[in-house]
């Protein structure tokens, strides 16, 4: 009986959510382009009219019009909006290639490193956290202080040092070859330490705080050691916020592979961004940030929906409050600021 | 402050059940199954037990008895050796059969745990992992038993849980802590200390988070079990009467140091130390006369016809939720109240005493019915006239921890309700603060302190302070004193009584301690599930109920078993 | 009358919690030079001619990369300068820079968060709706974005960072609004008299401020990393502009002067770290 109604209400909770979902990813098309347009001048016109270019008078006053450029702000929005939601992201300024053909090249390697990046912040955070609750002192208090440092040094440096040491000095990989296996791994280390600080932060607190907790010492009197008590009673509670942080994580992955990609001279979305804001090339600007935001928005999606299904005591609640399946107020936030 | 002890035991008018806990058993008991030597527990630098020694033969009962901060569940954590890691250092010696443990490797002491030594812990609701199956965790206790397969262990855990009373075991064993209630949750708890038949259970506040008829059906089951399974209990409690009632011998700690210690019935009756004869005077159900005098003077008024009635609350009903999920948490709840005297709402959690009280203060509207209060309707009323009634009608919250904003100071907090109905200047305020704290018995020197500078006694006072200021005509009490020690609460209830006998002051008292309301009423209302079984005055609730209900909710009174003579 | 007296809620022991209290009150040595390390920071911003007397500017071309030395603490560059001296000087813009981001989160994102919390209903479902917007805008990808809008400086590599910053604040405010709004003492100050207003400027304000000013803290070193990072890709003030990620940029293509990149990545660190040590001290005393 309670169940039908929890399904009744997880059902309406997952429709409710979706179409969120569906409104923030529009929104976020219309915030991008908002403040693309308000960009000083008029670098598109000052792209088509560049000699290199080799676009006619005429040539150029067609592009213009055909994107309708010489429009309202309003009646632009409008139009790339509707063509956007017919799937049609538009036309690179500076290549002449179709945008989705541009992002379509790069995302995969892309892809593989914010995946790869994810994986070692998870194993880096849960080895950390178990470190910090079952080595000896002074290791495991000392490990404490890890999250802490890994917030406060550069993305850029962490990378720089890496490849000053593996690549420069004991020639490990080479950082042109960037299709290789070691060289992703070491962009994804980069990536992924300040993920991992963040994850292993809320994963640290939470087991503190579900070490204190009652339960964890009427456990212990029924005779339970300390690694029984934390892999059949910390683990699952403590672990379980970490869904939702992992896919809020998915943000920083995609924000700091800007700079990842440049350091490691990879292709990839983040060099695209890049090269795109030297070259003031909007279209496709606009595509990847809204691609980003469509693959944050799909994530946490899943993930605040999934989050139901794993925590029995949100189960009920789940067609109630979208926030019950949000961490804890006691959890700290994860801070968002990339590098 | 503390009024003369009136310790000459007073008449109940019912024979207290006979409590197996005190049964006698044969002869004198062997061997001490525990014994403690100079126990001392330090946290960080603080010692909060102090050379601390007892013994429990087997099968016999002891309860270590005191107030917060005495240091009786610490001890009981020591015992079991789950002190926080780091923080807690307990020296001394305990003795388990002769054996010493306490500085025993962990390793060598894990063994004891839920083997001999059972916990049953305070709050049911915490003390099971919430997002595993209670069956899980019911494994835990059962692998304990040796010798027996996966399947002999299901059945072991069913067994148990039948034992203890639960009416659907297998329910229970695949049910989240969540699906059940507290009072369920605590016969899982009991089951699981007991399922590997330790020879000692330590129970750590068994039933202080729980409602008093439960409360009394959770201790039948204890000494039930400890009687029929032969385990010593280690009993500990803030209610002295509850400890006469269960265990054999008691031990009264304060701050951490033994006050006296001895056989039930001579500590419970004739106690020597100044501080468990306080202890008992300040137990409502032992003393229920206690503010005769002052109370007496509000019985007047409600026995005189010409005295105009307070407050009107004809045909309330309040229902909650949608469609779907009705709840109707007051059900045609009608009273008065005559000016000056105290009515009590008493009633368990879910009777609908809480939604009453927010109805009769305007925080939520009635689907039906009315209220008046001093001749003016409640109800309908814009926000402005609202608050010119709310200015003579008050409430002082149950939990003191959070009815006050942490970032303010006492003076502040006191005359926030001057400033916010703009009464006086700025020096007449600053008198009108000052006296209220006087007539609370609060110095001045505390008024620059945050409330997390005070205690729980003062943080309260400060509370009724703040309801007094404006002079209002009526005050509505929910709990007032349920989040404080016994002490405590004797101190507040004093200072209420006063002011009720000076000022003239109605009050409304929402309380599931009939014992204490006892002390204080006039008039008194049984509510269960939203309506008022029964209407009366206290000598005839008290003396001649006509609801089961009502006798049930007495019966769960502990009054400390065979004293009352 | 003893410390405390709640006999249900409280089950930690009064002891410990009095250790708790006097040791929260003792601030621990780590925060000390924590704050130590800003009033240093603060000082290089305010006043860099005190620290060091070196052209930041112009280079004296016969110090080409003069290692770490007592004459010049981190080393020479490319040519002849100071590293100090232009880490010092570059103090100021990456910390005011940090603080404008700071400013601009903290103000829009609290005011939406508190006007989200504490009026509900439409606003709220409104508000959260843009909230989750900026949310699901990678934020780094937004500041580039804002910042290439904007043209690339460090004041608007500033107001980018902080305009990221403002999601994480608004749901900040928003929680603490929601916690007090429903906490007992607020609906105590209603039935004495208070009005709406009052409740939200005496009440909700003050206790959610303690949070707020934590997240302040944290967000305050997140921001130099974000401008640190903008300045890396030269998005930022061109040389000889000696911001601390600009410098790093510049330093890592001489990679046979490493001190070019750890002497700025040193003081980033630090500085970075001092704020998070207060930010957690702060959570932790709250």
Known sequence: MADRVGNRGYVTYALRRAAQAVVVILLAYVLTFVVISVLPGDPVTTTLRNPQSGFTEEQIARIVSYYGLDQPVLVQLWHSLSRFLTGDLGVSLRTNLPVSHLVAEVVPSTLVLAASALAIAVVLAFTIAFGVQYLPRPFGP???????????????????????????????????????????????????????????????????????QEYAGVARSRGLGQVQLLLRHLLKPSALPVVTVLALMVGEVLGGSVITEAIFGRAGVGSLVQRSVSTQDLPVLQAVVTLAAVVFVVVNLVADLVYPLLDPRVRLLAGQRRSTARPEPGVPEPGVAAR | ????????????????????????????????????????????????????????????????????????????????????????????????????????????????????????????????????????????????????????????????????????????????????????????????????????????????????????????????????????LLLITHDLAIAAERAESLIVLKDGVVQEAGPTASVFARPTSAYARQLHADVPALNPDRYADLRAVGATRAADPSTPVKIEVRGVTKTFGTDGNRITAVNGVSFAVPAGTTHALVGESGSGKTTAIRLLLGLEQPDVGRIVVAGEELHGRSHASLRGVRRHLQLVYQNPFTSLDPTWRVERLVREPLDRFAIGDKRERSQLVRAALESVGLGEHLLSRKPSALSGGQRQRVAIARALVVRPDVIVLDEPTSALDVSVQADIVDVLLRLQAELGLTYVFVSHDLALVRQLAHTVSVMERGRIVEHGTVTQIFDDPQEQYTRTLLDSIPVGAGSAS | MTLSAVARTAPAPAGSRRARRRSA?????????????????????????????????????????????????????????????????????????????????????????????????????????????????????????????????????????????????????????????????????LVLGGSRWHVLLRHVLPNASRSVLQLAVLQFGLSILTIASLAFLGYGDPPPASDWGLLVSIGKDYPLAPWLVWAPAFVTILTVLSLNRISRWLRKTA
Request: aromatic share 6%.
């Open chain 1, 142 to 212: 000392a490990l404490r202080a890890f999250p802490s440092l890994f917030l406060s040094v550069p993305t850029f440096l962490i990378g720089l040092l890496l490849i000053q040491l593996f690549s420069f000095q004991l020639g490990l990989f080479r950082v042109i070859d960037s299709d290789s296996g070691l060289a992703t791994f070491f962009a994804a280390l980069t990536l992924g330490i300040f993920v991992s600080a963040q994850i292993a932060e809320v994963l640290i607190a939470n087991l503190d705080q579900e070490a204190r």
């Open chain 3, 25 to 189: 009150r003792r601030i621990p040595p780590s925060v000390l030079l924590s704050v130590l390390v800003l009033i240093v920071v603060v000082a290089w911003s305010v006043a860099p001619g005190l620290f060091t007397s070196q052209d930041p500017v112009n280079g004296i071309p016969a110090d080409l990369f003069r290692p770490p030395s007592a004459a010049h603490w981190f080393g020479t560059d490319q040519i002849g300068r100071d590293v100090f001296s232009r880490v010092v000087h570059g103090t100021a813009s990456s910390v005011t820079s940090a603080l404008v981001a700071v400013a601009i989160g903290l103000v829009v994102g609290g005011l939406i968060g508190l006007l989200s919390g504490f009026l509900g209903g439409i606003v709220d479902a409104t508000l959260a709706r843009f909230v989750d917007v900026l949310l699901a805008i990678p934020s780094f990808l937004m500041a580039v974005v804002v910042v290439s809008a904007l043209g690339f400086e460090t004041i608007n590599a500033a107001i980018a960072t902080g305009v990221s910053a403002v999601a994480v604040f608004a749901r900040v405010m928003r929680s603490e609004v929601l916690k007090t709004r429903s906490a007992v003492f607020v609906e105590a100050a």
């Open chain 2, 1 to 232: 402050m503390a009024p003369q002890d009136r310790l000459t035991t007073t008449t109940l008018t019912r024979h207290p059940l006979p409590a197996p806990g005190v049964a006698p058993t044969d002869g004198p008991h062997p061997a001490a199954l525990l014994r403690v030597e100079g126990l001392s527990v330090a946290y960080g630098g603080d010692e909060v037990v102090s050379g601390v020694g007892f013994t429990v033969a087997a099968g016999a009962s002891l309860a270590l008895i005191g107030e917060s901060g005495s240091g009786k569940s610490t001890i009981a954590r020591a015992l079991l050796r789950l002190l926080p890691a780091g923080v807690g250092r307990a020296s001394g010696r305990v003795e388990f059969d002769g054996r010493e443990v306490l500085g025993l490797p962990e390793r060598h002491f894990r063994p004891l745990r839920g083997r001999t030594l059972g916990f049953v812990p305070q709050d049911p609701n915490s003390s099971l992992n919430p997002v595993r199956t209670i069956g899980m965790q019911a494994q835990e206790a059962a692998r304990l038993v040796e010798g027996i397969d996966a399947g002999e262990r299901t059945d072991l855990v069913l067994e148990t849980f039948a034992q203890v009373g639960l009416t659907d075991p297998r329910r229970a064993y695949d049910a989240y802590p969540h699906e059940l209630s507290g009072g369920m949750l605590q016969r899982v708890l009991i089951g699981l200390a007991v399922l590997p038949r330790p020879s000692l259970l330590v129970a750590d506040e068994p039933t202080s988070a729980l409602d008093v008829t439960i409360q009394k059906r959770i201790l039948d089951l204890l000494s039930g079990l400890r009687e029929s399974l032969g385990i010593s």
